[in-house]
């Protein structure tokens, strides 16, 4: 069976804390919320997400 390759579902900015999750349907990111807030951090930060943390791309 070979490794198959997989996408993140969610990222975080290291920078500011805005957090997305992926959206199937519309093949987007979407902004999070938590407890009916949007977790939209800095508008004008130039993210750097953290999805090469322990996120690993392939499938064992």
């Known amino acids: ?3 198959g390759l997989q996408t ?3 990222r975080e900015c290291e920078r500011c804390g805005r957090s997305e999750h992926w959206d199937e349907d519309d093949e987007t990111w979407r902004i999070r ?3 009916d ?3 939209v951090g800095n508008p ?3 993210h750097e997400w953290n999805i090469t943390g322990s996120f690993s791309p392939f499938k064992n």
């Open 37 to 39: 807030e949007r977790q």
């Open 33 to 35: 919320e938590e407890d």
């Open 8 to 10: 993140p579902s969610f």
């Open 1 to 3: 069976m070979g490794t």
């Open 44 to 46: 004008h930060c130039i």
